[in-house]
């Protein structure tokens, strides 16, 4: 059974940090590239970041680009969003995304986690 848990959200003020992580089972972590999307209140989804399996190799949406940091142990099943000098247009509820390299219909969505960034 594939399980996607996010955890680490919370409510913080403009200016400080969380730190997310995505802990997953039930497939082969190491083999999926791993993402963050996002959801605001009347918008559409976002990718916000995502690591490949192999290399590692990352891209971030230009809103977050210096200011969150995503990462993942392939060893612990986790991947991580670390957030840095939030902001309020970050507000949203964070979900995590694993993608098989191959077979695309290999997909899987955590439940999210409410994020909120207080001005």
């Known amino acids: 059974q594939v399980r996607l848990v996010e955890s680490g959200g919370g409510l913080v003020q403009a200016g400080g940090s969380l730190r997310l992580s995505c802990a997953a089972s039930?497939?082969?972590?190491?083999?999926?590239?791993m993402s963050w999307y996002r959801q605001a209140p009347g918008k559409e989804r976002e990718l916000v970041a995502s690591?490949?399996?192999?290399?590692?190799?990352?891209n971030y949406v230009n809103s977050v680009k210096g200011r969150f940091t995503i990462s993942r142990d392939n060893a612990k099943n986790t991947m991580y969003l670390q957030m840095n000098s939030l902001k309020s247009e970050d507000t949203a509820i964070y979900y995590c995304?694993?993608?098989?390299?191959?077979?695309?219909?290999?997909?899987?969505w955590g439940q999210g986690t409410q994020v909120t960034v207080s001005s």
């Open positions: 995304n694993a993608q098989h390299g191959v077979f695309v219909g290999k997909n899987y």
């Open positions: 039930g497939f082969t972590f190491s083999t999926y590239t």
């Open positions: 690591i490949a399996s192999a290399v590692g190799s990352t």
